[in-house]
Each structure stands twice: as C-alpha cells, then as structure tokens.
C-alpha cells in the first residue's frame, strides 16, 4: 500500500500522528497478483468440474456409460459442495490476511517481513514512506537512510544473530534526515511456525529524544541558575540532615558535597542553635514559615552574619521536607559600612568647608545649605532652605543675580561660572558665588566664599594709598619751600650785617627772620609726615 506523497513522516513532539484515511489504499502489486492466482484456481477448478459433469451425461444419454441418475445427482452435489467448501477456505484465508494487512497497514510503525532468501514478503506504506521507494522494499534500502549503510547493516545482522532462532531483539539507532537528526528504534523478531522469516519493526522515536532533550536541557538551565544563584538554596529532613544544596551554599560553607549531603546537620552551621528547637528549626519558636538573621559557620572558620527564609513542608509520606533560602549579609553589611564611611565623608566635607555651600534647583531655590552659609547669614536652616537666593539679595542687585542664573541654566559654556554680589543676613555680607552643574542636570551647587573682610581691607589698603600719595606730595613741596626758606634766612643774615641794631630796618629784617625759622619749622614737620616718622 501507498500513502500520499505530502503525507508526514516525522512529527513533532507537540502534533499528534495524523490519522489513517478511511479509505484504505491500494495493495502492492504482488499481493493483487497472490488474490487474482487464487480467483484463477476456483475458476479452473470450477471449469474442470463442470466440463467433467458434461462429459458423464452425454456418456450417460448415449449409452456409453452405465450409471444410475443417483450417482450423477450425488456427483453433482459432491463436486458442489466440494468447490463451495473449496471457495469458502479461500474466502476465509483472504478475510484473515486483509484484515491483518489492514491492521498492520493502519500501524504507525515501519513493518517488513524479510523471507528466507532476503526478499521482502510483506512491507507496509509506512517502509516504504520512510525507504521513499514504491517499489522495492528490503533491508538494505533502510540501511541507506545512514550515512554509513555497510555499519547500519552490520548492526542489524548482529541484532538478527542476538534474537535467533525464535526471538526478539531491540535497538535505538541514530541517523540524519534532511539535514535534521533522527532516531530509529528497530525490533526484529524471528517467526516460530515460518522458519527463516523475520519480521521487523522500525518506530520513530525522534520526538521522544526530541522531548527528552529538551527535558535535559531545561533541566540542566535549572541546574546552572540554582547552583550559580547570588543565593543559597538548601533542604533538610526531620533530623536536620542536608538533602540539598547549591553550589552557593556549599561554597560560603566551604564543604564539599559528599560530605554535607545525607551527613551533616543543618545546627552544625549554626553559630547559635535555636535552644529547645527541633533539628529543622532555624529560629526559636519553630513554626512553618520562619524568616530571619543569623550567624552561620562558614569557610575558612569564619562566622557570617545570613538571612534565611526557612520553609517546612511535608512530602507525599508526610516526612518533613525544608525549602531553604540563604543570604550572605556579608556583602550587604560592607556596602552599608562603605555607604556610611561615604556619607560621613561627605558631610566632613560638606557641613566642615571652609565655605559655604548651597544645593541651588533648576528653579533657583536653595535645597540645601551647609553649616558655614548658615552661620555666615546667621539665619537658621529652616528660614534658608526653601528660598530663593534672590530673597537674601538686596533689591538693587536682584536683577543682576537674577540674569547670572539665567544664564547658568542656559548650559555649560554660557555666561560667568562666578558672580560677586551682597547678602542679607543678620549682618551685610559681600561674598563671591561660584556655580557648578550637578551630573543629574537637576540643579547646580554654590560655593559662596565671604569677602567682607577682604572688601573691607581692599579699602583701608586703598586709604592707605591715598594718605601715601598725600605725603609724597607733602614732602616734595615741604623739600622745595624749605629750599626757598633757606634762602630767604640767608638773604636776612646778609641783611643784617649791614643794617645794626640801630638801624631802623634792622627789626622788620630780623622779624623776618623769625618767621622764616617758623616756617621751616613746619616744613621739618611735614617731611617728618611724609617720611612716616614720629
């Protein structure tokens, strides 16, 4: 029998095997020519009775042959019963050897029955399906599905040999169809009553491979994702003895497999085991769900602080049965330890500052000021976190510190990183802002530097200047009036030698004199100021 040529022959493990059409196929040529040869034999044998029975009765009605009518009715009912019976073993061999032609035909199995010289005595659609020959059907047109066909053979004698002489073997044989891999599983049985007659049986097993294939290879993901978790995973019974772990457990306990699993106890790794408490408690109190911290005895002798979520349940024998989780709070406990060495840093280094700071949002407002701006402004925290940093500008310079932020939050490049403007605080303040944009882009942060006490000193230095350039002047007029001084008293001592005491003029000379000495006097007085002298 055939089947149609867009029929399937392998099938996936998910779709089940299509089933057979109802209406059988045709039968291969040689068993239409087995039905026509028994047709024929009843047909001669019907012939010869019947030509036989003409012969007696033309002998009998020309006298040639003595018979009585009895004998040629009991001949006629003979011969009759005799072809009947005759057609009716065919009839019932036939219906016995098309019903198990439909049965095997109908089987999802590739069937041959190979006969004693080799020839196939009997091959279902599926053989030839599987062997894509309509025609010819033996052993070795399945062989050529291999792709050694002389190897795929020798194992098929030798799994005829294993079932010889009267039973049967079974093998799995691996092979590639069209480019996919395919398994074979090939039973061969040796028929009793028909020496030399073998028949065998070629199932596919590819989906089963297929399905247990993939079974394994989940199996080994879950495998791989339990043993290399960031987490412990184990089970215990009701002795508290270890019944599973990961890799993880294993590895933070520092034992070997061998020798945790059906050995140890589970109150072996505790550092502190609960008092009073089954040998499949965690924690004290028991109970089915237990959750929490404890110190477990790890590798190297080293004690950890863990988590452990403790489940108890029973198995289908109702013995008890853990499912275990482990955290290692080590990890944790360092990142809070450098998390907090980090936020101590930053507020050394944020309330300490030499200068202050303020956390300034894209809207301008202070988020956040540091211990030294509070204290330069002298205003408490509450009254300065919140505000604009307009509010504690006076009014003539809000316009202008308003256009430096602007600025600022025009992006990086753009307008002055600093700006010098007064504070309003408890006292007036001129201070220096420099402006840096956080990474998150939400804001930037200020460092405000105070310059009163520089501003107030750039002036008295400027005073200084003046009061520097005032005696340079004073001293160089002082030097060039005493020049003239020294010559008007010399001009007077001239005078009064020729004019004596008697002299009329000698007074008004000497009352000159006088009032020159005077004048140089103070001009002694001035080079003293200018030289910076007592």
């Known amino acids: 029998m055939t089947t149609p040529d867009n029929a399937p022959f392998f099938v996936p493990p998910e779709q089940p095997q299509a089933a057979a059409p109802a209406a059988a196929p045709a039968p291969p040529l040689r068993r239409r020519v087995r039905r026509n040869r028994r047709a024929l034999i009843l047909f001669l044998a019907s012939l010869a009775y019947g030509l036989v029975a003409i012969v007696i009765i033309a002998a009998k009605m020309h006298g040639y042959l003595g018979i009585s009518m009895l004998a040629l009715y009991l001949y006629g009912i003979v011969g ?40 196939a005595i009997y091959s279902n659609a599926r053989f030839h399906k599987l062997v894509n020959d309509d025609e010819t059907a033996t052993l070795d047109s399945f062989t050529q599905l291999f792709d050694s066909p002389a190897k795929a053979r020798k194992t098929l004698d030798d799994l005829s040999n294993r079932a010889a002489p009267a039973g049967s073997a079974t093998a799995e044989m ?11 599983q090939v039973t061969v049985q040796h028929i009793i009553d028909w020496p030399g007659h073998v028949h065998w049986r070629f199932d596919d097993i590819t989906p089963r491979y297929q399905l247990e294939s993939a079974i394994r290879e989940e199996r080994e993901k879950l495998r791989d994702f339990t043993d290399n978790a960031p987490v412990g995973f184990f089970s215990i019974d009701a002795d508290g003895i270890f019944r599973f772990a990961n890799d993880t457990l294993l590895r933070w306990l520092g034992v070997d497999a061998r020798l945790l699993i059906d050995r140890a106890r589970l109150h072996d790794f505790l550092v502190t085991p609960p008092p009073g408490g089954a040998p499949y ?9 237990q959750h929490g ?9 080293r004690n950890f602080k863990a988590a452990i979520t403790h489940s108890i349940t029973r198995d289908e024998h109702g013995a008890v049965l853990s499912r275990s989780v482990v955290y290692d709070l080590t990890s944790e406990q360092e990142v809070r330890a450098a998390l907090a060495e980090s936020e101590d840093r930053f507020e050394k280094l944020y309330d300490e500052a030499p200068v202050g700071i303020a956390m300034l949002t894209s809207e301008g407002a202070i988020k956040n000021a540091n211990q030294m701006l509070i204290g330069m402004l002298g205003i408490p925290a509450a009254s300065i976190n919140g ?3 307009t509010h504690f500008v006076p009014p ?9 932020m602007k600025q600022l939050h025009q992006g990086a490049g753009k307008g002055d990183k ?9 006292t007036d303040l001129t201070v220096q802002i420099f402006a840096r944009p956080l990474k998150s882009g939400n804001g930037h942060v200020l460092h405000i530097i105070d ?30 009036f005493n020049n003239l001084l020294t010559a008007m008293i010399g001009f007077c001592d001239l005078l009064l030698l020729r004019h004596k005491p008697g002299d009329p003029s000698f007074t008004d000379i000497n009352q000159i004199k006088q009032n020159a000495n005077r004048a140089a006097n103070l001009v002694r007085q001035l080079l003293a100021f200018s030289r910076q002298q007592t």
């Open 80 to 119: 009759g019963a005799g072809i009947l019976l005759l057609r009716h073993i065919y009839t019932d061999a036939d219906r016995s050897q098309r019903i198990l032609t439909e049965v095997l035909e109908k089987s999802a199995e590739a069937r041959v029955i190979i006969g004693p010289t080799g020839e």
């Open 174 to 184: 691996p092979t590639t169809i069209k480019g996919e891999p395919a398994w074979f």
């Open 281 to 289: 408690d965690c924690f004290e109190g028991g109970g089915a769900h």
């Open 293 to 301: 911290e404890l110190l477990m005895r790890g590798a190297g002798g």
């Open 387 to 389: 505000k604009a940093l």
């Open 396 to 404: 003539e310079h809000k316009d202008r510190l308003q256009g430096w």
């Open 418 to 426: 600093f700006i010098e403007t007064p504070l309003k605080g408890v």
């Open 451 to 480: 310059m009163t006490d520089r501003k107030n000193l750039e002036r008295q230095f400027t005073q200084s200047q003046k009061m520097q350039a005032v005696g340079q002047l004073a001293g160089g007029i002082a030097h060039d």
